[in-house]
C-alpha cells in the first residue's frame, strides 16, 4: 500500500478538520 | 522511504500524510519547530502537536511510536476507551520496543480517565513490578503502588 503524500500543509489541515483525522508531517532531507 | 509494508499500512490507515522537504519547505520546518531530520509530527484534526518523533528509528520501534501518536490524539480529544486499547496494542504488538513501558503507562492512565476509578492506576502500578522494572514509566507508576 504506497502512502499518498501531500506536500500542501494548509490543504492537508483543512481536511483534517472536516475529516476529524489526524495528520502524520514527515520532515525529510532524503533525496525524493 | 518506508520499506516495510506494515508502516506504510499504518499510516494511510491512520492519517492524512504530509512529506515536506526541508529545502522545499523551510517555511514549514520553523513553522512546526522541526530541528531535524528526520521529524515526524502527529497531529490532532485540529492542527495541534501531540507526538514528535525526531530521529531515526528501526521499523518495529518506529511503528511503536506512531501507534503512540494516534493513541495520544485519542487521549488528548478524551477518547480514553480508544486511547487504552491503542496504548495497549503497542504493550502487546511490540513488547521489546522502548515505547511498550510508556503505552502501558498511558494505558492505566486512559483506563483511569475513562472510569473514574483508581484500579487501573494500581494494576498498572503492579504490572511494572512484571514488566519494565527498570523504565522511568515504572517509576512513574510506582506512586500508584496500593
Known amino acids: ?32 | 522511504m518506508y520499506p516495510e509494508a506494515r508502516v506504510t499500512k499504518f499510516i494511510s490507515e491512520n492519517f492524512i500524510p504530509v512529506r515536506l522537504h526541508v529545502k522545499q519547505h523551510p517555511e514549514a520546518m520553523a513553522r512546526f519547530k522541526a530541528e531535524w531530520t528526520p521529524t515526524v509530527l502527529i497531529l490532532n484534526s485540529n492542527g495541534e502537536e501531540r507526538h514528535r518523533i525526531e530521529g531515526f528509528l528501526p521499523a518495529d520501534d518506529f511503528l511503536a511510536q506512531l501507534h503512540l501518536g494516534g493513541a495520544q490524539v485519542s487521549f488528548g480529544d478524551q477518547k480514553f476507551d480508544d486511547a487504552e486499547r491503542r496504548f495497549r496494542d503497542v504493550v502487546e504488538e511490540l513488547p521489546d520496543t522502548d515505547a511498550a513501558a510508556e503505552a502501558l503507562y498511558w494505558a492505566g492512565v486512559s483506563q483511569y480517565k475513562a472510569t473514574g476509578k483508581p484500579e487501573p492506576l494500581q494494576a498498572t502500578a503492579k504490572a511494572f513490578t512484571e514488566r519494565y522494572k527498570e523504565s522511568q514509566w515504572a517509576k512513574k507508576a510506582s506512586v500508584w503502588a496500593a
Open chain 1, 1 to 32: 500500500m504506497a502512502i499518498q503524500w501531500t506536500d500542501d500543509v494548509d490543504k492537508a489541515l483543512a481536511q483534517a478538520k472536516e475529516s476529524g483525522r489526524p495528520l502524520l508531517l514527515d520532515f525529510t532531507a532524503a533525496p525524493m
